[in-house]
């Protein structure tokens, strides 16, 4: 090598090495951001905890949920930046009545639930013998057969399964676990502007919309997303329940 060939060498060999940290340092950051992109602009997984939507969904579910369908808002985002950084929703969208979402807590914006919307903003909802009431209307339910679940020790448990019609035809099961419980009787909710009526499918054992000083009213703002498809399952001993994985949640 000449020693008019030398700088020109050492040139290639540094401008190789610009060209790769260009390339490689932008994707090496969108490869650790890519998670965090996913999951705060299209899908978050959730699990469910508890058997207030039994049948639907059952405890030891886990669950994609959209968080591109109502829009974003600042319980989009880890940590939930502070309501003066995100007043408003951006790209907002209605949820339906009968899409199951889920939601901050109005009394506790640090904890997620997970309901069915059944009441619009301006509904006026009542529950009278365990028949839901919409704007003065019973909605058409009929009885299907009896929800079965197997306990630890392989005894069975029975509970008396109805199927509900909404009035937009969205059509899913309730289980009622008792006749004329507090919850089957309860006096007419007028849905404020804004907000929305959620109440769980287990209709005896949810804390939901009818429990005013517990869930009541879920303003727009407090939206996080829609469930979309079950990517795991499994029962309390652990045992995968395979029927469920990749299914639609409805």
Same mark, same amino acid.
């Given at each position: 090598?000449?020693?008019?060939?030398? $700088?020109?060498? &050492?040139?290639?060999?540094?401008? *190789?090495? @610009?060209?790769?940290?260009?390339?490689? =340092?932008?994707?090496?950051?969108?490869?650790?951001?890519?998670?965090?992109?996913?999951?705060?602009?299209?899908?978050?997984?959730?699990?469910?905890?508890?058997?207030?939507?039994?049948?639907?969904?059952?405890?030891?579910?886990?669950?994609?949920?959209?968080?591109?369908?109502?829009?974003?808002?600042?319980?989009?985002?880890?940590?939930?930046?502070?309501?003066?950084?995100?007043?408003?929703?951006?790209?907002?969208?209605?949820?339906?009545?009968?899409?199951?979402?889920?939601?901050?807590?109005?009394?506790?914006?640090?904890?997620?639930?997970?309901?069915?919307?059944?009441?619009? $903003?301006?509904? &006026?909802?009542?529950?009278?013998? *365990?028949? @839901?009431?919409?704007?003065?209307?019973? =909605?058409?339910?009929?009885?299907?057969?009896?929800?079965?679940?197997?306990?630890?020790?392989?005894?069975?448990?029975?509970?008396?399964?109805?199927?509900?019609?909404?009035?937009?035809?969205?059509?899913?099961?309730?289980?009622?676990?008792?006749?004329?419980?507090?919850?089957?009787?309860?006096?007419?909710?007028?849905?404020?502007?804004?907000?929305?009526?959620?109440?769980?499918?287990?209709?005896?054992?949810?804390?939901?919309?009818?429990?005013?000083?517990?869930?009541?009213?879920?303003?727009?703002?407090?939206?996080?997303?829609?469930?979309?498809?079950?990517?795991?399952?499994?029962?309390?001993?652990?045992?995968?329940?395979?029927?469920?994985?990749?299914?639609?949640?409805?």
């Amino acid at each position: 090598m000449t020693s008019a060939e030398a $700088p020109a060498v &050492r040139q290639r060999s540094v401008l *190789g090495t @610009l060209l790769l940290v260009i390339v490689l =340092v932008p994707l090496t950051i969108a490869v650790l951001l890519s998670p965090l992109l996913i999951r705060t602009f299209l899908f978050q997984p959730f699990n469910i905890p508890a058997g207030s939507m039994k049948p639907t969904l059952l405890v030891g579910d886990y669950m994609f949920v959209s968080k591109y369908s109502y829009g974003y808002n600042r319980y989009s985002f880890p940590f939930s930046p502070p309501l003066a950084l995100i007043s408003r929703r951006v790209f907002a969208s209605e949820p339906e009545r009968g899409d199951i979402v889920v939601f901050r807590l109005p009394k506790d914006p640090s904890t997620d639930y997970v309901k069915r919307v059944i009441g619009m $903003p301006g509904d &006026r909802i009542q529950m009278t013998s *365990g028949l @839901l009431h919409i704007n003065g209307t019973p =909605v058409k339910r009929e009885r299907i057969e009896d929800f079965v679940e197997t306990e630890e020790n392989g005894h069975q448990v029975r509970t008396k399964q109805w199927r509900e019609t909404l009035p937009n035809g969205v059509s899913h099961p309730t289980l009622d676990i008792i006749d004329n419980s507090f919850l089957d009787n309860t006096k007419e909710y007028r849905v404020p502007a804004g907000h929305y009526f959620m109440m769980g499918d287990n209709r005896d054992n949810s804390s939901d919309s009818r429990v005013e000083n517990a869930v009541g009213y879920v303003p727009a703002e407090n939206l996080i997303g829609r469930a979309q498809i079950m990517f795991w399952s499994v029962d309390e001993k652990g045992h995968i329940r395979s029927e469920r994985l990749a299914t639609k949640v409805r």
